[in-house]
């Protein structure tokens, strides 16, 4: 019965991680862009010379 409860315990952490996916990701707040993917932040911070800040945001 134990088990059980680690279990319940366990799916409902787990609906809980996902209802609230928090993602870091690069913003540019001159551009308002945001870019999930490191590589993309750092070409625009090469081709517009600006600076991209990582950001907490929460995904719905
Ligand atoms: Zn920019």
Known sequence: ME???SI???L???IIHN???TELIWKCFR???SFKDDNL???HKKISNHSVTKVKTIVV
């Open 19 to 21: 209802l609230r996916v």
């Open 31 to 33: 551009c308002n862009l």
């Open 3 to 5: 088990e059980i409860g």
């Open 41 to 43: 932040a750092e070409i």
């Open 8 to 10: 319940m315990q366990y």
């Open 12 to 14: 409902y952490k787990q």
